[in-house]
């Protein structure tokens, strides 16, 4: 009886440990924090909310609270740039692609605050950290490049990719 019991506690460990775990390079939690403090002040706390396994590969949502209250929420994202080579080398030859990391403040209401890039270390396309350029994100609900997001030449495949990536950030937070 105490071996099964220990067996049923370490499983429920594992499954929490798991759940909790995030595909997502831990550092980034405290570059997060920078412009999160930024953003909704000094005074605030982050704690991780869980999101479906599928999604933790490229996205980890944390809720932001002012003492015992929710003021807002943060999501870092993985998001795909060139193949690993270069922009112009043939897609056939390649299927691996430089990733670069974000992270999206939203209020209380899931209106989006704030776009920042948290690390880019392509050689191509990292123009779209300009946060002028990033501050288009800031006015609506989904985003389209060429409609509500400016093109940018010779960032192509960021721009394409962080307008994905942003419209899934919305998605993963209207379902939690």
């Not at 930024?38 to 002012?66: C, M, R, W």
């Amino acid at each position: 009886m105490k071996r099964k019991a220990t067996s049923i506690a370490l499983v429920f460990v594992a499954c929490f440990t798991l759940a909790a775990y995030s595909f997502l390079p831990d550092y980034l939690t405290g570059k997060m924090k920078k412009h999160v403090v930024k953003i909704f002040g000094s005074e605030i706390t982050y704690s991780e909310h869980p999101i479906a396994d599928s999604l933790a590969i490229n996205h980890q949502l944390f809720n932001v609270l002012k003492g015992d209250s929710l003021i807002g929420y943060s999501i870092i994202s993985r998001a795909l740039g060139c193949q690993i080579g270069g922009c112009d080398k043939p897609q056939s030859d390649s299927i691996a692609f430089e990733q670069f990391f974000f992270m999206t403040a939203f209020d209380a209401e899931k209106h989006i605050k704030k776009v920042r890039i948290l690390e880019y270390t392509s050689d191509h396309g990292y123009q779209i950290a300009n946060k002028g350029w990033l501050r288009q994100f800031e006015e609506g609900e989904y985003f389209e490049v060429g409609k509500n997001v400016d093109a940018i030449s010779g960032a192509t495949i960021s721009v394409n990719s962080i307008t994905k990536e942003v419209n899934n950030q919305l998605q993963i937070l209207q379902a939690n």
